[in-house]
């Protein structure tokens, strides 16, 4: 009784909360808030992925971004699965909640963009260029990210909280166990390896081979379906509803 009593308590602040600030602000604010909340998103970091690997080579900020990627990826997707929370905007009557951007098909608890936002933001400032400064700049762009969530109407308070959470959870697991394995697993592919290795540098054989070339762009066309494939749907539909 004392769990389900506490439940009820968090479900309700995260009624009161998101009925407050959903759409706050008017047009201005949902729109640079729309633009930050793109940041939160996976398209980013499967670029980056792609970019270190075949146009940039670098094993060390692969294996990390790579290993930060996989970590929420299993995480997040595993607990979405478990938890089965509805989004805000199932959940309330139609016009109470507004959504600002395309409606997500996935569960609500906890929030991917907010995992990706702090777990990213903890590796670059943390990780990457070892600063202190720019690890705080990132975390408080993390929280506008993960605000954003809620002022377009996708995610409850408790959804962005705990993917705040899970973000510094995915990110040790990254930065001691997932990323150190990756990075071994490729230093010992590169042993195998027929042609020279260029590290950190722009890869020659985007120039002087042309089906790498084209490998390449495929790859990075590959990542563009996938990130407009549910806009492209959402489109469909709302064409099919209209004839």
Known sequence: MEFKEFSNR???????????????????????????????????????????????????LLSYISATFLTGLILIVVIKKTIKRKRPFERFEKGEISVFERKPTSRSFPSWHSFNA?????????????????T???????IIVSFSRIHLGVHYPSDVIF???????????ALYLTGPLIFNILTYIEQFTVHEI????????????????????CIFLIIFLLTINKSIQSLLRKSKLKI
């Open 163 to 173: 993917g705040c959470i899970f973000g510094i959870i995915g990110f040790l697991i």
């Open 118 to 134: 702090v777990s990213y933001g903890l590796l670059i400032g943390l990780s990457f260029l070892r600063s202190p400064g720019v």
């Open 198 to 217: 260029q590290y950190r540098q722009l890869n020659t054989m985007l120039f002087s081979n042309i089906g790498y070339l084209l490998l390449s762009l």
């Open 10 to 60: 968090i479900d309700q602040w995260d009624q009161k909360i998101i009925l407050k600030y959903n759409g706050k602000g008017g047009k201005p604010i949902t729109l640079i808030l729309k633009l930050i909340s793109f940041f939160g998103r996976e398209t980013i970091w499967l670029f980056l992925m792609a970019f270190y690997l075949i146009v940039w080579y670098d094993p060390f």
């Open 136 to 142: 705080i700049l990132l975390i408080i762009f993390a």
